[in-house]
């Protein structure tokens, strides 16, 4: 089965740093997605990694440590638009499971 | 290049009927998972289907059954509706082949209320 845990909720400021923590155990493993998903609408894919290290895209970054099944998004210069759920989803095979999300809010 | 479409956009229901939701994958994509997301939760995995076969399926009971076409459409079918069905559906379409690692594109759901 899947297990895969992410915090509920967090809040920033905006200019500021967030770092969402995703901790997970799959029964396989493949890579793992990080998505957005704004209140009423698709989830958006944001990173990829199936290595273990950082990714960084913009903006946003995604790092992997396969080994201790622990990854991380780290969001930086958060503007108003960033507030959304970041759902963490390791993919086995051809199936994606998904954390329950992270409800980040950025405050002015 | 056309995205990931669904309809209905929102749908109601009574417990033991049946419904049919309808994604149009986006242009050149081969294959397409369903989702279930309750509300405050993650998407849960259904099935997926690539040229029009199940490829794999998730933690749901055989009353959740689907279809792809040949021109990658696809449906989700649910009968004997229960009021746990309640929630936002997602169809996401991906290309096997890509070098994209898979990335899947989701549509805008259909949220389906059952009563």
């Known amino acids: 089965g899947q297990n895969i845990d992410q915090p509920t909720e967090m809040t920033a400021t905006e200019g500021a740093i967030v770092q969402i923590n995703c901790t997970y155990q799959?029964?396989?493993?493949?890579?793992l997605f990080w998505y957005q998903q704004h209140a009423g609408e698709a989830p958006t894919f944001l990173s990829y990694?199936?290595?273990?290290g950082l990714e960084e895209k913009g903006r946003f970054s995604s790092f992997l440590s396969r080994s201790k099944g622990y990854s991380y998004l780290l969001l930086k210069e958060l503007q108003m638009k960033d507030s959304a759920s970041y759902l963490c989803?390791?993919?086995?095979?051809?199936?994606?499971?998904f954390g329950a999300g992270t409800t980040v809010t950025v405050r002015a | 290049e056309t995205g990931v479409t669904q309809s209905p956009t929102h749908l109601i229901k009574t417990r033991g009927q049946q419904v049919t939701l309808r994604c149009s994958s986006q242009?050149?994509?081969?294959?397409v998972s369903w989702y279930q997301q309750a509300l405050g939760q993650g998407p849960q995995f259904i099935f997926q289907?690539?040229?029009?076969?199940?490829?794999g399926r998730g933690n749901f009971p055989p009353r959740f059954s689907g279809l792809q076409f040949p021109n990658y459409s696809s449906e989700l079918n649910v009968n004997a509706l229960e009021l746990d069905d309640s929630a936002l559906y997602l169809c996401?379409?991906?290309?096997?082949?890509?070098?994209?690692?898979?990335?899947?594109?989701f549509g805008p759901g259909t949220r389906l209320t059952v009563l």
């Open positions: 989803g390791p993919r086995d095979d051809y199936k994606l499971s």
């Open positions: 799959t029964s396989g493993f493949n890579g």
């Open positions: 242009s050149g994509h081969n294959t």
């Open positions: 990694n199936v290595l273990d």
């Open positions: 289907y690539y040229r029009e076969e199940e490829n």
């Open positions: 996401a379409s991906s290309l096997a082949d890509s070098t994209r690692f898979n990335e899947q594109f």
